[in-house]
């Protein structure tokens, strides 16, 4: 999985250097919440962070300026769960839970 896991990494980074973090940035400001997506460069050390974290999975979700923490990273794990990841401005995890919002899922704090 960690492999695995490194390749969704390169891909976010790819991605992000490729379109300037736009593509994914747009995927991730879908919802009603009024916090803006994580966006420039940024987005791939805040993706990095919340995948270490998670063990893997796929970025499905940012924002900046979450009530709980600077960044907020949504991970949909391998088993379709979805975590909410926290981190500080300097891509540290502050907690983590799982998203309350449709599936459950197993959070690590």
């Keep these: ?16 250097l490729i379109g300037g973090g736009t593509g994914l940035a747009v995927a991730t400001a879908g919802g009603d919440d009024s916090e803006p997506p994580i966006t420039g460069s940024a987005l791939p050390k805040a993706s990095s962070a919340a995948l270490d974290h998670t063990g893997g999975g796929r970025v499905t979700g940012t924002e900046v300026g979450d009530e709980d923490a600077y ?35 197993t959070g690590e704090d």
């Design 1 to 16: 999985m960690k492999r695995k896991g490194k390749w969704i990494v390169a891909g976010v980074i790819s991605a992000a």
């Design 71 to 105: 960044y907020e990273v949504e991970v949909t794990l391998d088993n379709g769960k979805r975590t909410d990841v926290h981190l500080d401005k300097d891509f540290k995890v502050v907690s983590s839970a799982a998203d309350s919002g449709g599936d459950e899922g």
